[in-house]
């Protein structure tokens, strides 16, 4: 069983940065590649950046690419997502998520573990 908690969402305008983190705790992380998903009043959830196991792979989300940055540090079993140039399309709930792939996919049914998310709002 894993316990996942984001933090660091909150209001900012467009243009600006936040720095989103995963903390794991129950179990460790490295075991596990690890997604953020984003979710949008009204819309489903999807796919934003997904890391392998060693984090030597990664993956993005088109409309973030070049924008987010996903990281990991699992000797202190936690990632991070990077977001600059926010606009208020990645206005969301942010979550993190855990999967037993060795590289994470795009897909939500691939991933077992969820956090609770965290809100991110983007202001033009």
């Known amino acids: 069983q894993v316990q996942l908690v984001e933090s660091g969402g909150g209001l900012v305008q467009a243009g600006g940065s936040l720095r989103l983190s995963c903390a794991a705790s129950?179990?460790?992380?490295?075991?596990?590649?690890m997604g953020w998903f984003r979710q949008a009043p009204g819309k489903e959830r999807e796919f934003v950046a997904r890391?392998?196991?060693?984090?030597?792979?990664?993956d993005y989300a088109d409309s973030v690419k070049g924008r987010f940055t996903i990281s990991r540090d699992n000797a202190k079993n936690m990632v991070t997502l990077q977001m600059n140039s926010l606009d208020s399309e990645d206005t969301a709930v942010y979550y993190c998520?855990?999967?037993?792939?060795?590289?994470?996919?795009?897909?939500?049914?691939?991933?077992?573990?969820w956090g609770q998310g965290t809100q991110v709002t983007v202001s033009s």
């Open positions: 998520a855990a999967s037993r792939h060795l590289k994470g996919t795009i897909w939500r049914n691939d991933y077992d573990y």
């Open positions: 129950r179990s460790t992380l490295s075991t596990y590649a």
């Open positions: 890391i392998s196991r060693n984090g030597g792979s990664t």
